[in-house]
């Protein structure tokens, strides 16, 4: 059995094999695979650990206006601002989005991001995305955690396997409810997903 220590250990090694490694057998896809390029998302994370805020902040402005549509862009964009902007700008910044493109729902879901310290506003934000979408993986993502957050692990588990439903081959749900069976210690059921 593996140990609680450990289960960070095995989700890290689950993301880069999701990440990096092949489409798997008998042609399956990733539904909710993201057009930006890994490597550039890398390269903003080694500005930042590097402490060049300016160097992450232009790469990630450019990786956002080449890839629009990519959440993994505009959200690398959105933790790099949050860094140099004060709270109150870096959220009105996203409300601002939202007033301007109601219907979009990425800006929801960038907006969902900037509450998340606020659980109740900050599902409302999450609803609405996936309202808009309901194959966004994303919005799904943020409402598990907001259910983890409150200690309830069998809704978070209940919010993955509803959007699994919805997305039966979307990789990054599979990785957070195959996690997430791994820390209530569902081994077989982590086994299933992660696979």
Request: hydrophobic residues 40%.
């Amino acid at each position: 059995m593996l140990r609680r220590g450990r289960l960070h250990l095995v989700a890290a090694l689950a993301l880069l094999a999701v990440s990096c490694g092949p489409r798997g057998p008998r042609g399956r896809t990733d539904s909710d695979a993201d057009p930006a390029p890994s490597s550039s998302l890398y390269a903003i994370d080694a500005k930042l650990a590097q402490g060049d805020l300016a160097g992450a902040e232009a790469a990630a402005h450019a990786l956002a206006a080449a890839w629009p549509s990519s959440t993994r862009a505009r959200r690398s964009l959105q933790d790099v601002l949050r860094r140099q902007m004060s709270p109150r700008d870096w959220r009105a910044r996203y409300e601002e989005a939202v007033r301007e493109r109601p219907e979009d729902p990425l800006a929801w879901y960038l907006l969902g991001r900037t509450r998340i310290d606020e659980p109740a506003q900050a599902r409302e934000a999450l609803e609405r995305a996936l309202a808009l979408d309901p194959s966004a993986v994303w919005p799904v993502v943020g409402l598990a955690y907001l259910e983890q957050s409150e200690g309830d692990l069998f809704r978070a588990v209940e919010t993955y396997e509803g959007a699994l439903g919805r997305s039966p081959r979307s990789r990054t749900l599979r990785l957070m409810l195959g996690t997430l069976y791994l820390e209530l210690q569902l081994y077989v059921d982590a086994q299933r997903h992660l696979e």
